[in-house]
C-alpha cells in the first residue's frame, strides 16, 4: 500500500512540474531516459538567460530587489509556459523533427529551472535579512 501511495506522489509531482513532466513525456516517445543532459544550441536563449543571471546578481545592491526579483520570476514562467505550449504541439505529431524540437525545450526548461531556483532562493536572502 505504501509502495502504490508513493508512486501516485511521485506521479503527481512529475505531472505537476513543467520540466519534469516534459523529460518524461520526451522518455516516453524516445526512450531516453536522460532526455536533457545537453546544453542549449539556441545562442538568443543563452543570452536571454545570461542578462537574467545579471538582474538576479544586481538585485541584491537594486534599491528595490523584491522588484528585480519577481520581474525576473515573471520572465521565466512566462517563458515556461510558451514553451509548455510549443511542446504540447510537438507531442501532438511525434516526428523524428519534432521530437528532436522537442529535446531542445527540454534543455532550455533546465536552464529556467535552475534560475527560477536561484532566484526563489536569493528571494528567501532578502526575507531573512528584514
Known amino acids: 500500500m505504501c509502495s502504490a501511495a508513493a508512486e501516485v506522489n511521485e506521479a503527481y ?3 505537476k512540474d513543467p520540466l519534469e513532466r516534459a523529460k518524461y513525456l520526451l522518455s516516453l516517445h524516445t ?3 536522460d532526455a536533457g543532459s545537453e ?3 539556441d545562442g538568443g536563449f ?3 538567460q545570461m542578462e537574467l543571471r545579471e ?4 538585485a541584491q545592491s537594486s534599491p528595490d530587489p523584491y522588484t ?8 521565466l514562467a512566462e517563458r515556461s509556459v510558451a514553451l509548455d505550449k510549443e511542446l504540447e504541439g510537438l507531442f501532438a505529431e511525434p516526428s523524428a523533427a519534432n521530437l528532436e ?5 527540454v534543455r532550455k526548461l ?3 529551472d535552475k534560475c527560477r531556483r536561484d532566484a526563489e532562493d536569493l528571494e528567501a536572502a532578502l526575507d531573512e535579512q528584514i
Do not use: C, K, S, Y
Request: net charge negative; no cysteine.
Open 68 to 75: 528585480a526579483v519577481a520581474n525576473v520570476l515573471t520572465q
Open 46 to 48: 543563452l543570452m536571454e
Open 55 to 58: 538582474t538576479l546578481a544586481e
Open 101 to 105: 524540437a522537442a529535446r531542445e525545450i
Open 110 to 112: 533546465q536552464f529556467i
Open 39 to 41: 546544453t542549449t544550441h
Open 13 to 15: 509531482r512529475t505531472l
Open 31 to 33: 526512450g531516453d531516459q
